[in-house]
C-alpha cells in the first residue's frame, strides 16, 4: 500500500498528537539483537527480563567463580547483545605418541577458566597439555528458532550431502531430556549442545562459575579439591528461582530463545547467492530450513522458514580444525557457522584469525581457508578461486547481504537521517528514489518491496524503520523528508527544508551565530526530546549538530 502525501499528512500528524512513533511489526525485518515481531505480550516481557539477566554482571555472593571467564553473558556476546563478539576462551589438551586425545580432566580440561576471584584460586594450562586452542565467541541469535529444527530435517539435510562433503550429526543429550534421548547438536563450534536450556546451564557453569540445577557443582582450579573447597565461599547449587520462580537459567534462555534471526537485504534475488550455490558453498552452508510443530515449541516458533545458511553438523577441516577432540566430534571437525549477521561479524573463523580489516578481506580469508590439507571444504574453495574477480565480488556482495538491516546505508545497524541523505560513500534513500534497480545494485537496500523500483511505497517503509520521529520543521502535517522526496528544496542534502534554515543554528536569537550559540549546543550535549539544538531532529544533539553551527558561522542572511 501506498500513501499519497496529503494521506501520509495525517497518519503522521495523528501519531504526533497521539505521541506514538511509526513502528510496527511486519514490513521491516527485525534488527539483529531484537525479539521475534510475532511474540505476544507475555513472551515479549519474558525476552525483556531475560536480556536484563543477560547483560547482568555475577558477583562473587551471587555465585560467580571461584574460576570463570566473564562476569556475565552479554560480555561476550556483544555484536549485538546476543550477537557473537570478539572475546576467546582456550581450549587445552593432551596427544600421546601414539595419538589418541586426552582432555585432561583431571587437571582441569578441556576448557580454561582465564581468571579467578583470587589469585590464590586461578587456573592455568598445565604442563602436560601439547594442544591448545582458541575459540571465539559464536552468536545466540535466533536461537529458538534453530532449536526446533527438527533431528529429523537435519539428518535428511545431511544426507543429501555429496559422500565426499557430507557432514557428522554430532549426537548428544540435554540436561533436561531423559539420559539415553539423543538429539542433533547444533550450538557450540563442535555442536556439542542441542537444546537453548542445555546452552544457558553449561555456559553459566563454565564460563561464569554459577552452579545450577542441572550442574550443582563449581569447577576445580585445575582439578584440586581442596584448592576449590578453600575458594568456594558460596552453597552450591548458587542458582536459584527469583520470586516469579525462574532461575537465572531459564532467564537468560528465554532471552536467547526469542531473539530474532539477522536481517537479510536484499532478501532475495542476488546473482551472488546463484554463485554461492554454483561453487558447492550451498553443501554446508544450507540455506533454509522450516521449523517444526512439537507441542513443547512456542508457537512463535513453529513452522517458520528460516535461512541460517548451516547445515549444523561438523565437517573435516584438516589442518584448519582445533585440534581438540569433545564428544563424537574429533580435532579436525568444526561446526558449520551459520551466516546470518555474518556482514557484520568480526573476527571469524573458530579461533579469531581473520579479523579487523575490511569485509571483503575478511571473508575471502576464510572462504580460502576451506582449501587447506584435508578440508572437506577444498572444493568449494578452489571452485571460488577459479571464478572470475568480477563473479568472486557478486559472491561476496551477496554475502555482506546476511546481517544487513534494510535502508542501513552505513551498515551501522540503524536507519537515520544518514541513511536518508547518503554519507560520504554511502548511497542514501534520497540519492536512489525514483531509480530503477536489481538486487545487486547498490541502492537495492532501499528496495525493500523488491519491485525493481524505489519509490513511495518503500518511502513509506523506510519510515517504519526510521528510528527517530521524522521533523516536520515546517509543520505541515508532512514529514520534511517526504516533502524533500516530493520536489522542496534541500540544497545541502542534510533533510532539513532550506526554507527552515534561514538562520539554523542561532540559539540566542541574536541574527548571529557566534561562540554564545555553541556554549548553548554544548550545555544539552547529548540525548535530548524537543531541544532547540537538535536540529537535525534526529534525538541527540551531537556533532551533526554542531555542523550546522559551524557552517552558517556568522551574521545570519535573512
Known amino acids: 500500500m501506498s500513501f499519497s502525501k496529503f494521506q501520509f499528512a495525517s497518519i503522521f500528524l495523528a501519531n504526533c498528537l497521539l505521541g506514538t512513533t511509526l513502528l510496527m511489526a511486519g514490513p521491516v525485518q527485525p534488527r539483529a539483537g531484537e525479539p521475534l515481531q510475532t511474540l505476544s505480550n507475555a513472551l515479549l516481557a519474558r525476552f525483556d527480563i531475560g536480556k536484563i539477566s543477560f547483560n547482568e554482571d555475577l558477583t562473587v555472593a551471587g555465585g560467580l567463580g571461584p574460576i570463570f571467564n566473564q562476569t556475565s553473558c552479554g560480555s561476550c556476546h556483544n555484536n549485538p547483545l546476543g550477537g557473537a563478539g570478539t572475546q576467546t576462551v582456550t581450549r587445552f589438551g593432551a596427544i600421546g605418541k601414539k595419538g ?19 589469585d590464590t584460586c586461578a587456573e592455568f594450562i598445565p604442563p602436560q597439555a601439547n594442544v591448545t586452542s582458541l575459540r571465539v565467541t559464536n552468536s545466540a541469535l535466533a536461537f529458538g528458532l534453530v532449536e526446533a529444527i527438527t533431528d529429523a530435517d537435519l539428518l535428511a539435510n545431511r544426507d543429501l550431502q555429496p559422500i565426499a562433503q557430507r557432514g557428522l550429526a554430532h549426537m548428544v ?46 569447577n576445580a582450579p585445575n582439578g584440586d579439591e581442596v584448592l576449590l573447597a578453600n575458594c568456594d565461599t558460596v552453597l552450591d547449587p548458587e542458582d536459584g528461582p527469583d520470586a516469579n520462580g525462574y532461575d537465572f537459567i531459564d532467564r537468560v534462555t528465554d532471552f536467547q530463545r526469542f531473539l530474532a534471526p539477522p536481517p537479510q537485504t536484499p532478501q532475495s534475488g542476488m546473482t551472488g547467492e546463484i554463485l554461492f550455490n554454483a561453487t558447492g558453498c550451498n553443501v554446508c552452508h544450507t ?92 572444493p568449494s574453495a578452489t571452485a571460488f578461486a577459479s571464478l572470475p574477480f568480477a563473479d568472486q565480488e557478486l559472491m561476496i556482495h551477496f554475502l555482506s547481504s546476511l546481517g544487513r538491516a534494510e535502508f542501513d546505508s552505513d551498515a ?40 525493481g523500483d524505489i519509490d513511495l511505497d518503500d518511502f513509506d517503509i523506510f519510515l517504519l524503520a526510521f528510528d527517530a520521529i521524522p521533523a516536520d520543521c515546517n509543520g505541515n502535517g508532512v514529514a520534511d523528508m517526504l516533502d524533500i522526496l516530493l520536489g522542496e528544496v534541500d540544497s545541502n542534502n542534510d533533510g532539513i527544508l532550506d526554507s527552515c534554515q534561514l538562520c539554523v543554528g542561532d540559539l540566542d536569537n541574536d541574527n548571529t551565530i557566534a561562540v554564545s550559540d555553541l556554549l ?24 551533526l549538530d554542531l555542523l550546522y553551527i559551524v557552517g552558517n558561522w556568522g551574521l545570519c542572511q535573512l
Open 100 to 118: 589418541g586425545f586426552d582432555p585432561l580432566t583431571s587437571l582441569g580440561g578441556s576448557l580454561l577458566q582465564s581468571e579467578a576471584i583470587s
Open 173 to 218: 543429550t540435554n540436561f533436561e531430556d531423559p539420559p539415553n534421548e539423543l538429539h542433533v547438536g547444533r550450538f557450540g563450534w563442535k555442536a556439542q549442545v542441542a537444546s537453548v536450556l542445555t546452552f544457558s546451564s553449561d555456559a553459566s557453569q563454565n564460563e561464569m562459575g554459577l552452579s545450577n540445577r542441572f550442574l550443582p557443582f563449581d
Open 287 to 378: 540455506p533454509s530450513f522450516t521449523t517444526g510443530n512439537a507441542v513443547e515449541t512456542e508457537i512463535p516458533l513453529r513452522n517458520i522458514a528460516i535461512r541460517p545458511y548451516s547445515d549444523f553438523l561438523v565437517h573435516d577441516m584438516g589442518l584448519a580444525g582445533d585440534g581438540i577432540v569433545q564428544g563424537a566430534a574429533n580435532g579436525q571437525q568444526l561446526k558449520t557457522p551459520p551466516l546470518w549477521g555474518v556482514s557484520y561479524r568480526d573476527p571469524l573463523w573458530h579461533d579469531g584469525r581473520f579479523s579487523a580489516g575490511s569485509f571483503d578481506s575478511r571473508i575471502r580469508g576464510a572462504i580460502a581457508e576451506h582449501g587447506v590439507f584435508g578440508s572437506q571444504g577444498v
Open 412 to 451: 551501522d545497524n540503524d536507519v537515520e537521517l544518514d541513511d536518508f541523505h547518503g554519507y560520504f560513500d554511502t548511497v542514501g534513500f534520497r540519492d536512489c528514489f525514483g531509480s530503477t534497480v536489481t538486487a545487486d545494485d547498490v541502492c537495492a537496500i532501499h528496495d525493500v518491496d523488491q519491485d
Open 520 to 543: 548553548l549546543l554544548i550545555n544539552v550535549w547529548g540525548p535530548c526530546t524537543n531541544c532547540n539544538a537538535d536540529f537535525n531532529s534526529d534525538g541527540a544533539v551531537d556533532v
